[in-house]
């Protein structure tokens, strides 16, 4: 049996935040699961942290979207302060990310449409995320994307001797996705949720962050020496307009980059429009049969092969299983021959 928090049963945990531990809770009265998050006694008895972490939770139950983990409840018990979150089913980014490999660009650039949207209602109530980060996102079953950790981010102005180990060990894994300013300790503007943003979509295509860096001050400065380079692998596959638009989002200075989440959101969906016809590699070409998948590395998902629904002057329809989704969906492939035709690839092009 767990322990009582007002009408909350804790039960187990499931995961860690930098700030304190998520549970699996129950309301007692309406038997719902929820998930419970417990401040780290560390941050719950600092007086001045306590009073803003309460200040920007009552900001953050304010928000309501659909690609938003809802707060449901706030509350203090003795010395105990905890947050109640709506409970998410599905799997987190990451560990997609490390059972799937690296996305393909377009499912990328589409998840970052979504993100924006979600990111921009927090925007316009006044609410940054500050801590976007593979972890903090999760996929439904449904496939769909929903953001949560508004908040929950070991605030770089409170410094704790009790921090434990789990603590430091989560802030190593998060640091390459906070932005140059964030780690900084200077205020968080809409720009660090643009970076951060950036960070993540890079880390999904290329299946590692953009800068490498042990420490906040390697990491700094491999921000402000290094470049933003893709693998050769990926970059094949993305469009020529995609690269500029992460060097800016991924601009170690705040005035470099787009204005805000409503250009982001416009860019990527012109690059996806423009990475939407993608050819497939040689090898691959002769084992499209019932059964074969699209292995990584050729632009797309795993898609199954189901079966052949139809064949025209141009290409082949399929009928192909998603891989993550498990839904089923029609995908045209170009004729082989027709590939090396500039002619026929900018039609196909364009009817993507």
């Known amino acids: 049996m767990g322990d009582d928090l007002g009408n909350y049963q804790t039960l187990t945990p499931l995961y860690q935040e930098p700030v304190g531990t998520v549970h699996l809770g129950r309301h007692r009265l309406l038997e719902r ?55 998410e089913t599905g799997t987190v980014v990451s560990t997609a990310l490390l059972e799937g490999g690296p996305m393909a660009p377009i499912p990328v650039f589409r998840l970052g449409v979504t993100l924006c949207n979600a990111l921009l209602h927090g925007h316009l109530k006044g609410v940054l ?25 070991r605030p770089a102005d409170v410094s704790l001797a009790s921090t434990s180990e789990d603590s430091a060990r989560i802030d190593e894994a998060l640091l390459p996705f906070r932005a140059p300013e964030t780690i900084e300790g200077r205020p968080a503007q809409v720009g660090a949720d643009v970076w951060s943003l950036g960070a993540v979509l890079f880390y999904l295509l290329a299946g590692s962050p953009p800068f490498p860096g042990r420490t906040p001050d390697e990491h ?20 020529a307009e995609a690269l500029p638009l992460f060097r800016r989002m991924l601009s170690p200075k705040v005035e470099d980059r787009p204005l805000g989440l409503y250009e982001v959101k416009a860019a990527l969906r012109e690059v996806s429009t423009m990475s939407a016809a993608t050819v497939v590699s040689a090898p691959s070409r002769d084992k499209l049969d019932v059964g074969a998948k699209f292995e990584a590395g050729e632009g797309l998902e795993a898609y199954e092969i189901v079966e052949k629904l139809g064949e025209g002057g141009c290409g082949t329809v399929y009928k192909v299983k998603h891989p993550r989704s498990q839904q089923f969906q029609a995908m045209k492939v170009m004729k082989p021959d027709l590939v090396d035709n500039l002619t026929a690839l900018a039609r196909f092009q364009h009817e993507s």
């Open 33 to 87: 699961d929820v998930h419970v998050l417990i401040l780290r006694d560390a941050y719950a008895v600092n007086l001045p942290y306590r009073r803003r972490f309460l200040r920007e939770m009552r900001a953050v139950a304010r928000l309501s979207h659909p690609h938003i983990t809802r707060v449901l409840d706030l509350g203090q018990s003795g010395q105990t302060v905890y947050l109640v979150l709506e409970a």
């Open 129 to 153: 995320h500050r801590n976007l980060s593979p972890a903090s996102i999760w996929i439904r079953p449904d496939g769909h994307p929903v953001v949560r950790g508004y908040g929950l981010g």
């Open 220 to 239: 700094i400065a491999s921000i402000r020496e290094g470049r933003v380079e893709f693998p050769p692998a990926v970059r094949r596959d993305l469009p």
